[in-house]
C-alpha cells in the first residue's frame, strides 16, 4: 500500500504560478513511474506530466515549456511547478505511483486537489 497525500491546489489568477506537492507514504524509487494526472468534469483524466524512477519526463503537449515536474527523493515527494496558468489548466490534479505488485503494475492514486484559474 502507497499513500498519496497532495498540497498546494488553490486559486490563481491567469499568467499566475502555483506548485503542487506529493508526499508518499514510502520511497518514490519504488515507483516504475509518478505521475500528475488532471479531470474535469464530464472529460476523461488526462495526463499532465510524469518522472520515470530513473527521472526520465514526459509531458502534455498542452503544458509544455510552462511546467516542471521534479522530485525530491529524500523527502518522497513529487513536485508540480505550473507557471504562466490557463483558465484551461482548471481541474483536480491527482498524485499517481505505478508499482508492480504481485508481478502486476498497481497503481495508486492520491484525493485530488482542485486549481482553478480565474481572475
Known amino acids: 500500500q502507497v499513500q498519496l497525500v497532495e498540497s498546494g491546489g488553490g486559486l490563481v489568477q491567469p499568467g499566475g504560478s502555483l506548485r503542487l506537492s506529493c508526499a508518499a507514504s514510502?520511497?518514490?524509487?519504488?515507483?516504475?513511474?509518478m505521475g500528475w494526472y488532471r479531470q474535469t468534469p464530464g472529460k476523461q483524466r488526462e495526463l499532465v506530466a510524469s518522472i520515470t524512477s530513473g527521472g526520465s519526463t514526459i509531458y502534455a503537449e498542452s503544458v509544455k515549456g510552462r511546467f516542471v515536474i521534479s522530485r525530491d527523493v529524500a523527502k518522497n515527494t513529487v513536485n508540480l511547478q505550473m507557471n504562466s496558468l490557463k483558465p484551461d489548466d482548471t481541474a483536480v490534479y491527482s498524485c499517481?505511483?505505478?508499482?508492480?505488485?504481485?508481478?502486476?503494475?498497481?497503481?495508486?492514486w492520491g484525493q485530488g486537489t482542485q486549481v482553478t484559474v480565474s481572475s
Open positions: 499517481n505511483f505505478r508499482t508492480i505488485y504481485n508481478g502486476r503494475p498497481t497503481d495508486y
Open positions: 514510502r520511497s518514490i524509487l519504488s515507483s516504475i513511474v
